[in-house]
């Protein structure tokens, strides 16, 4: 349904799944913000996976204040406790926005992997949220080849299956372009 890490470009299709509903995109009839979207320069979708970014930390909040997010997990290989660090994400989304670097990798190895060995499990709207501030941390201060759609699609996806998806994403473009014309004004 979605990538969990990241991705290539997905060949015809841009897939953007919300909870268990995917929904599929054409290069051929593709969405017109989705358009806008891929029309972006480099630093105009680098404004649109912060704002996106920062959406997805709104929601692992809302998951983590709400206890949907277990905050201790038991790691299988050595069977030790570990406690989820929660401000992981936004400290990550601090560094992008400031481009300082810090040990945030490191921080973020034993979750990911926790998660992808399931030992750390929790709803799909959170781990989408995780995933997205994860992945655009790993683009921008990493300079990991990252599929731009990914973060997108990650960071929409944890708003939650009924959730209005297209609102979020107008308002990024939006600003991202608005942000070009004043440069050129």
């Not at 349904?1 to 290069?27: A, C, R, T, W």
């Not at 979708?45 to 920062?54: D, Q």
């Amino acid at each position: 349904m979605f990538q969990k890490q990241n991705g290539s470009e997905y060949n015809k299709h841009i897939h953007l799944s919300v909870g268990l509903q995917p929904l599929m995109i054409s290069d051929v009839n593709m969405h017109p913000i989705a358009e806008r979207f891929f029309a972006l320069n480099d630093e105009q979708k680098r404004l649109v996976h912060i704002s996106m970014a920062s959406i997805a930390l709104t929601s692992w909040r809302r998951h983590v204040s709400s206890e949907s997010v277990p905050l201790k997990y038991q790691e299988t290989v050595a069977g030790t406790f570990q406690v989820v660090d929660v401000e992981l994400p936004a400290e990550a989304l601090e560094a992008v926005i400031s481009g300082v670097r810090s040990n945030i990798a490191k921080r973020y190895l034993e979750p990911i992997c926790a998660m992808q060995d399931d030992d750390w499990e929790f709803n799909d709207d959170a781990e989408m949220a995780y995933y997205a501030i994860y992945n655009t941390y790993r683009k921008y201060i990493e300079g990991k080849e990252i599929d731009n759609w990914l973060i997108v699609n990650q960071s929409l996806s944890s708003l939650g299956k009924d959730a209005d998806i297209m609102s979020p994403l107008k308002l990024a473009v939006d600003s991202a372009e608005k942000s070009e014309n004043k440069k050129n004004t």
